[in-house]
Each structure stands twice: as structure tokens, then as C-alpha cells.
């Protein structure tokens, strides 16, 4: 069964940092392509960061340039989400994707709230 399980989020004052991580049930090169997404109340989930398994090419949401990187340990089998200079309007719940050729796979979410 694929699992994907997010951790690290809280409450952080803003310009602040948090550093997310998805933990997958099995490797992380089994997904062609695995990202964060993240949904604030009332608007649709947007991708924020994403990352190809072959070649670890990335790619950023432009309001996330320059502020947060997506990483990965394969050893680990986890993908991370390091977030800096956080704003109050990266509040959401941020998920982890995972897609490959049997299907479109998401964990349950962690809730970040920047706020002072």
C-alpha cells in the first residue's frame, strides 16, 4: 500500500523557518515526480515545489522562489520541504504528491500557519 506522510508543520511567526518532510513507504524512485502542494481556506490547492526522480530537476510556484527548497534522501526514502522566510500567506495545509504510471498518490496534509 503507498503511503505518504507528512510531518513538520506548526506555528511559526513570520520570517520564520519550518523544514516539512515526506516519508514514503517505499522508494522515493518509484514515483516519477513527487512535490508539495499546499491549499489555504477557501482556494484551490496549488503546486508549490516539485522535483523529477530521474534527473532531481526542480520547480517552484513564482510566490515561493528564492524562499523555499525541496530536497530529497533517498536513503531515507523521504522528500523535504525547507521553508525560510516564511509569509502569513504561505498559511495552508501543505501536502506531498506522489505520481507515477500506476497512479496519483497524496498524504493527509500538515497544517502550517505563519502568524505573529
Known amino acids: 500500500q503507498v503511503q505518504l506522510v507528512e510531518s513538520g508543520g506548526g506555528l511559526v511567526q513570520p520570517g520564520g523557518s519550518l523544514r516539512l518532510s515526506c516519508a514514503a513507504s517505499g522508494s522515493i524512485f518509484s514515483y516519477n515526480i513527487m512535490g508539495w502542494y499546499r491549499q489555504a481556506p477557501g482556494k484551490q490547492r496549488e503546486s508549490v515545489a516539485t522535483?523529477?526522480?530521474?534527473?532531481?530537476?526542480?520547480n517552484y510556484a513564482d510566490s515561493v522562489k528564492g524562499r523555499f527548497s525541496i530536497s530529497r534522501d533517498s536513503a531515507k526514502n523521504t522528500v523535504y520541504l525547507q521553508m525560510n522566510s516564511l509569509k502569513p500567506e504561505d498559511t495552508a495545509v501543505y501536502y506531498c504528491n506522489g505520481i507515477n504510471v500506476r497512479g496519483n498518490y497524496w498524504g493527509q496534509g500538515t497544517q502550517v500557519t505563519v502568524s505573529s
Open positions: 522535483i523529477v526522480s530521474a534527473t532531481g530537476a526542480t
